[in-house]
């Protein structure tokens, strides 16, 4: 098996900001970073100014410390996926968690019905049995006895494959095409 090492990632050209609004920043902050700041600063302060309106005194660290935290460490390249930052690697985990992994049905021309969050909180209450225990949340990880078949086994059972990898060499590959020309010669003298 050949391995090979990528050299790439330590040539990362970042782009950075030098200047914002006329005051020098010196080396600057990654454009990502305030990118994503312009974005969730916003967002957080709205919501938290609608919910709760302005912060008292001491609520204060409350209300700059999470965005701050959240651009920081969400702006960083992710440790799984180093192509991705770690925001878009969150963003796309609470996509999987809203909309699960829905079945292609009819080649995607059919939309497949959306399960909602009911099948995954009630299977996330089949692996935390402790869950169904707690009294606020004991309804939502109830197991079901009356919903009918389960919404994830209507689809049919799961595709099995096997895939079978083969590495041909050039020998192998000019024998085929050989043969493959001998089958076009006959299927043509056939044909007059």
Same mark, same amino acid.
């Given at each position: 098996?050949?391995?090979?090492?990528? =050299?790439?990632?330590?040539?990362? %050209? !970042?782009?950075?900001?030098? !200047?914002?609004?006329? *005051?020098?920043?010196? !080396?600057?902050?990654?454009?990502?970073? &305030?990118?994503?700041?312009?974005?969730?600063?916003?967002?957080?302060?709205?919501?938290?100014?609608?919910?709760?309106?302005?912060?008292?005194?001491?609520?204060?660290?409350?209300?700059?410390? +999470?965005?701050?935290?959240?651009? =920081?460490?969400?702006?960083? #390249?992710?440790?799984? =996926?180093?192509? #991705?930052?770690? &925001?878009?690697?969150?963003?796309?985990?609470?996509? =999987? *968690?809203?909309?699960?992994?829905?079945?292609?049905?009819?080649?995607?021309? %059919? +939309?497949?019905?959306? +399960?909602?969050?009911?099948?995954?909180?009630?299977?996330?209450? $089949?692996?935390?049995?402790?869950?169904? !225990?707690?009294?606020?949340?004991?309804?939502?990880?109830? +197991?079901?006895? @009356? @919903?009918?078949? @389960?919404?994830? $086994?209507?689809?049919?059972?799961?595709?099995?494959?096997?895939?079978?990898?083969?590495?041909?060499?050039? @020998?192998?590959?000019?024998?085929? #095409?050989?043969?493959?020309?001998?089958?076009?010669?006959?299927?043509?003298?056939?044909?007059?």
């Amino acid at each position: 098996m050949r391995t090979s090492s990528t =050299y790439s990632r330590h040539w990362d %050209i !970042e782009t950075r900001q030098h !200047e914002l609004l006329g *005051l020098d920043l010196g !080396e600057g902050l990654p454009r990502t970073t &305030l990118r994503y700041g312009a974005a969730i600063f916003p967002l957080y302060w709205g919501g938290w100014l609608l919910l709760f309106g302005f912060p008292a005194q001491g609520a204060a660290p409350l209300f700059l410390l +999470p965005p701050l935290g959240l651009t =920081y460490y969400g702006a960083k #390249r992710s440790a799984t =996926y180093w192509r #991705r930052t770690n &925001l878009l690697v969150w963003a796309i985990r609470l996509n =999987y *968690l809203h909309t699960g992994v829905r079945p292609v049905l009819g080649r995607g021309r %059919i +939309p497949a019905p959306k +399960p909602g969050m009911k099948l995954r909180v009630r299977r996330l209450g $089949e692996q935390l049995p402790q869950l169904a !225990e707690l009294p606020s949340l004991a309804p939502l990880f109830a +197991p079901a006895e @009356d @919903d009918g078949p @389960d919404q994830a $086994e209507s689809y049919g059972p799961a595709a099995r494959i096997r895939p079978r990898l083969r590495a041909y060499g050039p @020998d192998a590959v000019a024998k085929a #095409r050989a043969k493959y020309r001998k089958k076009q010669r006959r299927s043509k003298g056939n044909e007059k």
